[in-house]
């Protein structure tokens, strides 16, 4: 008689275990169990943005038969995807969604690889022009049947997890007059997703906007710093913000604080955290002549995400003119701190001092080098207040500045070990020599710096600059490190504040971000093209993998069927896409986006193909080039055209055509690309609102000039 009652229990049992899960069913709930070591539902995994999978199928003891389980090629409507992939695969319920430039994102199988839908915002290539570092995309957030994504021309787009289709579509910039980009990741926080900007170099005004998640309103907007005083205060934080700058401060600048790296959500606290980003322009004499810590530049927040409300901030670099941001990623974790246990956000930007604060009342516990520093001379054990080192001010004439601009640690992410108890991070060591701009006034749709760097190398002379201050600068030289980039794998112990371990990783600008997992790893991907694996306790090199692609994005691991997977997002570019350093993959082999999984005993890598080895073509002759100016080419180049376009020949590869090698047809409609757009469709945005008609006569007799000069080289007999 118990079997008809226990019939409904085993059928309702075989309904649900064989049920299909609803496609990114992810809740803050969910989240903050964090007990399905399995899955990815993150950028950083979990809501501690750990980056560190409790997986250990894949170990130390075999992680050297590690090998392909399939390969996704990344497309858009402008065909195969040959920008920067800086986005981490987050896995859910056996599904990887991954975004990839200008905002595409795909859906994948995570068995099989197979494409389940792809999404393309089909953005106008119009705004390829106002992205300093690329039209990149750094991520998505998945949340209760959602994917979202933000697209480089500024929407904010929830698509259906399971289809792909738009839900809503928000326009989240506040003037489309200005150069606002997004290339960062918007994070569900409460009941909103909340999305920051780009655009810092171009002269405009950060700000993070909040919009509910379901349907898509508009809930409030944070502004990072003040706008024009005679327009009054959005909101009291920016009001407050204000009095830390000079009250005849540049504001047509914008003055940056844009909010374009990852951002953290505790959900037990209910706090929102955010990094902003640098100055624009570079240097305070410029932009607040009165000087002033000019708040909430290079700054952390911890706002209320249902409000918008200021929690607490606190300041990086006071009165910043280096370029450095707080936007590299957060990781929160308990840590024993003074006998105590602290509930800690840590951070290692730009500025190379590894950050450790309080995250629920922002109290500063420690602030520590992690590479050679000199922009500071110290920080305030108590206030966290650092010393600026007026030896690294460049007011009065260039000056030597450990770290550099391009970071000591950049946007890549880093990666906690509960484990281990260490963070690991990829470092930059190197020093640029700064100087700033006798004379500044913006200018709109360009690149707004005020300043400009050297980065690795003391140059033997400098633009106006006198031979005695160049004498001054290599004296200081010789008291710091040599300035060449040389990069590094670090093993940081936040608590005993030092490295544990170091690895070189070349001397690079930039590598890859970073995966740890419980099988006592370390990866992280190279720009020569290689996926590696060290030990996480040691160090050990474990294993290489060379994919021909170089590797930005941090890699993720899940798990399906009873297999480990290591997934990363290959494809060089970026900041660095405009010219790739020596040793790149991307010289020697076709550079495009792909999404690579890795399982124990998959198969060899297969290599992109190795580029050819063209040779210059002579220019036509152009008549109506007859008195244009290439001299004056060359400037406006350099003003316009080289963040894209610096690709010379063979040896100097870029993601852009090489225009020193212009065919007859593309010198014929030179100005129709230039000026009208013709090519706008492919990322090439018009610059008639830059540029005159003369102008582009002079840019193209500059360029006729250097492919014949290129050419020439090409036909020279080698050197014996």
Not at 47 to 57: M, V
Not at 186 to 214: C, F, K, L, Q, T
Not at 297 to 322: C, F, N
Request: aromatic share 10%; with cysteine; hydrophobic share 40%.
């Amino acid at each position: 008689m118990r079997f008809p009652l226990r019939l409904p229990l085993l059928v309702l049992c075989l309904t649900a275990c064989n049920s299909t899960p609803t496609p990114g069913a992810v809740d803050h709930a969910r989240l903050q169990r964090d007990t399905e070591p399995g899955q990815w539902l993150a950028n950083g995994r979990n809501w501690r943005a750990e980056r560190f999978s409790p997986l250990t199928r894949i170990s130390d003891q075999n992680v050297d038969s590690l090998g392909v389980a399939w390969e996704y090629e990344f497309r858009s409507h402008r065909g195969r995807v040959e920008h920067g992939q800086e986005a981490t695969p987050v896995m859910v319920d056996g599904v990887i969604y991954v975004s990839g430039p200008w905002g595409t994102v795909a859906a994948i199988d995570a068995v099989s690889g197979v494409e389940k839908w792809r999404y393309d915002p089909k953005v106008d290539g119009a705004y390829g022009r106002r992205a300093c570092c690329g039209v990149v995309n750094r991520g998505v957030a998945v949340f209760k049947g959602n994917v979202y994504v933000a697209t480089l021309d500024g929407f904010l787009v929830a698509l259906d997890a399971a289809t792909g289709a738009e839900r809503w579509r928000s326009d989240t910039f506040t003037d489309r007059t200005r150069s606002y980009t997004i290339t960062g990741s918007p994070i569900v926080a409460g009941d909103n997703v909340i999305i920051g900007n780009s655009g810092g170099e171009y002269g405009v005004r950060g700000y993070i906007s909040a919009w509910n998640w379901e349907t898509g309103k508009f809930s409030w907007r944070f502004y990072t710093v003040p706008g024009d005083p005679a327009k009054g205060a959005e909101h009291p934080e920016v009001a407050e913000a204000a009095k830390t700058w000079d009250p005849k401060s540049d504001w047509a600048s914008g003055l940056g604080g844009t909010v374009w790296g990852e951002m953290a959500y505790d959900p037990a606290l209910d706090l929102l955290y955010v990094g902003t980003g640098n100055s624009s322009p570079y240097p305070i004499w410029h932009r607040s002549p009165a000087g002033g810590d000019n708040l909430y530049l290079v700054s952390i927040l911890a706002i209320k995400p249902d409000s918008g409300r200021l929690a607490w901030h606190y300041q990086q670099v006071p009165s910043e003119i280096w370029d450095y941001t707080a936007t590299s990623n957060f990781v929160l974790a308990d840590l024993p701190i003074g006998g105590a246990t602290r509930k800690v956000i840590m951070q290692a930007p730009k500025n190379g001092i590894f950050y450790v604060l309080d995250r629920e009342t922002g109290a500063f516990i420690s602030g520590t080098p992690f590479v050679h520093v000199n922009w500071t001379t110290g920080i305030d054990s108590v206030t966290g207040r650092p010393t600026l080192n007026p030896a690294a001010d460049y007011r009065n004439g260039p000056a030597l500045v450990f770290p550099t601009q391009a970071g000591a640690h950049n946007w890549q992410p880093m990666a906690w070990n509960p484990q281990t108890r260490l963070m690991y991070l990829t470092a930059l060591e190197e020093g640029m020599v700064m100087w700033g701009e006798k004379t500044y006034t913006w200018k709109p749709g360009r690149i707004n710096m005020g300043a400009s760097a050297y980065l690795g190398v003391i140059p033997p002379a400098l633009p106006g600059v006198p031979a005695a201050a160049m004498t001054k600068l290599r004296a200081e030289a010789a008291k710091h490190p040599d300035p060449a980039p040389q990069a590094w794998l670090v093993a940081w112990d936040p608590v005993q504040r030092k490295a544990r371990w170091r690895r070189p990783l070349g001397k690079t600008e930039i590598d890859g971000g970073v995966l740890t997992t419980a099988g006592n790893l370390v990866f992280t991907g190279s720009h020569d093209g290689r996926l590696l694996a060290w030990s996480a306790d040691s160090g050990t090199a474990l294993g290489e993998w060379n994919i021909g692609t170089g590797i930005l994005a941090a890699p993720s691991s899940y798990e399906m069927k009873g297999e480990q997977y290591i997934a990363v997002n290959a494809g060089y570019g970026g900041a660095l896409q405009v010219a790739y350093p020596p040793g790149t993959a991307a010289i020697t082999r076709e550079n495009y986006g792909r999404v690579l999984a890795f399982k124990l005993g998959g198969a060899a890598p297969k290599l992109p193909p190795l580029r050819t080895n063209d040779t210059t073509p002579l220019p036509p002759a152009l008549p109506e080039l007859a008195g244009a100016d290439a001299a004056r080419g060359e400037g406006l180049f350099m003003s316009h055209c080289v963040f894209c376009h610096a690709g010379r020949g063979n040896a100097q590869r870029s993601a852009y055509p090489d225009l020193n090698r212009m065919t007859a047809e593309t010198h014929a409609r030179f100005d129709d690309i230039v000026l009208r757009g013709a090519l706008k469709d492919f990322g090439m945005a018009p610059h008639a609102d830059v540029l005159t008609a003369e102008n582009s006569r002079d840019i193209h007799a500059f360029l006729v000039r250097e492919q014949t000069r290129l050419r020439g080289e090409e036909l020279a007999p080698p050197k014996r």
